[in-house]
């Protein structure tokens, strides 16, 4: 069966200091991979998407970077955090694009910026 | 733009009271539509989703939820709650052959033993 691992779980930062938050699927290949950032009472919101190795697409501009250097391992990052950046980012995956596929979370990474 | 909304951010019952969740997308166009809900401390799984056919959608845990295309909605509902559903609950959908999921803001579930 597939599982999808986040880590770290939890991470505190200063402002001003590098990110990487790192996203592994088991048990399949070729998934499309997903970067997310929950916001209390806002939902989650898509930050990039990727279908294969090498290839991004951000959804919304913002301080922050995804990289995809395994087909199934998928990587955000930031040079420099701000106090915006904070909140619960979800990585999830999902066999094809398209109309009806569902999509599976991982466990998420509180990211709180000081 | 696509969006979705969820009235309820809040929502308290009592054990063995009814539970609808109210949620509308703005799309004009097919549609799939998924609810999620994320139990406290675990991973957002999905609980029910509509591809097409009949509209009322039976999930997991006694769930059900009913589209209804005139409306643009897509409620959640359960005859009788359970304090083990105290959750968060997510509407989702998704559109013409796109690879996004457009989330509600999420409505917060407690129920009272």
């Known amino acids: 069966s597939q599982t999808i691992h986040q880590w770290p779980a939890t991470l505190v930062q200063p402002v001003g200091s590098p990110l990487s938050l790192e996203c592994t699927v088991e048990?399949?290949?070729?998934?499309?991979l997903y970067w997310y950032r929950q916001a209390a009472g806002r939902g989650l919101q898509l930050l990039f998407y990727s279908v294969g190795i090498g290839q991004i697409s951000s959804e919304v501009p913002q301080n922050l970077s995804a990289s995809r250097p395994q087909d199934r391992q998928f990587i955000l990052s930031s040079k420099k955090l701000l106090l915006s950046d904070s909140g619960f980012y979800l990585c999830?995956?999902?066999?094809?694009?398209?109309?009806?596929?569902?999509?599976?979370f991982g466990p998420g990474t509180r990211l709180t910026v000081l | 733009a696509q969006s979705v909304s969820q009235h309820n951010h809040h929502v308290i019952l009592s054990e063995a009271a009814s539970l609808e969740l109210g949620c509308n997308y703005s799309y004009g166009g097919t549609v799939n539509l998924f609810w999620y809900v994320q139990y406290p401390g675990q991973h957002l799984q999905l609980l029910l989703k509509y591809f097409s056919g009949d509209p009322l959608v039976k999930g997991i845990k006694g769930f059900e939820a009913e589209f209804i295309k005139s409306k643009f909605s897509f409620n959640l509902r359960k005859p009788s709650v359970q304090w083990s559903d105290t959750a968060e609950y997510f509407c989702a959908v998704n559109t013409d052959s796109s690879y996004k999921l457009i989330f509600g803001s999420g409505t917060r579930l407690l129920v009272r033993p």
């Open positions: 048990g399949t290949s070729n998934p499309n």
């Open positions: 999830a995956w999902s066999l094809t694009s398209g109309l009806g596929v569902e999509q599976f």
